[in-house]
């Protein structure tokens, strides 16, 4: 069977000035995945990203999305494809209601974000898409509070409904538990889950139970370049993969 990849990278390279941040990465994310890409600190993981949703051009390679080669669009039209990126600092208005934040991101992607002259009863019609969004998180009950109030993991998983909001067909979440207690680390864990039913995620995370947990593949980067790739049991047992988090073949990743 013949696998259905939604996002492949060539020999995707990035340099800095003679530094080589990521060198001649192949990547391939299918569709319908939790796609994982982890490393330890300065492997690149975050460059690659940033070269995904064209925030910094490839040095050489390329990049395919939908067997389309995307590789010098913009930004804004890697969004309107359907490619959607969430960072690792919460990216929400934090004065503004939950319910607010949702239908922002609502307003431009049916094309009227600049329209805030309009009138509250126009706008309102996008409060039943919106508490839609929010039930999908677990957030309905929270629509009417403001963002700075809310709990931090709570505000992520409001990030994750205004990315929905923009209908992304391929979802990229930049360290989605980073910085959670443990019981919001779970809540963010399943919320993934759920989301992933009918689209695609390549996330960057560190948590090794969030990996294991819910990711379909994982791809090892290391200096730059790919380590190894394959399902969570695969790459924790490869040495070298051991290793480059560890220092020595013995350590056991994870643990």
């Known amino acids: 069977m013949t696998q259905d990849f939604i996002l492949r990278t060539s020999g995707l390279t990035k340099e800095f000035k003679g530094f080589v941040a990521v060198s001649d990465v192949n990547l391939g994310v299918q569709r319908g995945h939790i796609h994982a890409l982890i490393g330890p600190n300065g492997a690149g993981k975050t460059t690659c990203f940033n070269l995904l949703t064209k925030f910094l051009s490839p040095t050489r390679g390329t ?11 913009e930004p804004a039209q890697i969004a309107r494809r359907g490619v959607i990126r ?9 004065h503004l209601t939950v319910m607010e934040n949702v239908r922002i991101a609502l307003q431009r992607k049916l094309g009227v974000s600049s329209h805030f002259w309009r009138s509250p009863d126009i706008l309102n019609t996008l409060n ?3 508490m839609e969004l929010l039930g999908h998180v677990g957030l309905a009950d929270f629509a009417d509070m403001v963002t700075a109030e809310m709990p931090y993991g709570r505000k992520r998983a409001l990030e994750i409904a205004t990315t929905l909001a923009l209908d ?12 959670m207690g443990h019981e919001d680390v779970e809540r963010v864990m399943q919320l993934i889950k759920k989301v992933a039913a009918n689209r695609t995620i390549l996330m960057v995370e560190h948590n ?3 990996v294991s947990g819910i ?32 220092g020595s073949p013995e350590a056991a990743l994870g643990s």
Do not use: W
């Not at 990049?63 to 669009?73: K, L, M, P």
């Not at 969430?86 to 934090?94: D, L, T």
């Not at 992304?168 to 910085?179: K, W």
């Not at 980067?221 to 380590?227: H, T």
């Open 208 to 210: 090794m139970k969030v």
């Open 168 to 179: 992304p067909e391929l979802m990229l979440l930049d360290e989605p538990t980073q910085g």
């Open 128 to 130: 039943d898409r919106a």
């Open 63 to 73: 990049i395919h999305f939908n067997g389309v080669e995307i590789t010098r669009d």
């Open 86 to 94: 969430s960072f690792q600092i919460s990216a929400v208005f934090p």
């Open 215 to 246: 990711s379909d593949a994982i791809t090892v980067l290391a200096r730059g370049s790919v380590l190894a790739q394959g399902t969570y049991a695969e790459v924790s047992t490869n040495s070298l993969v051991i290793e480059a988090y560890m």
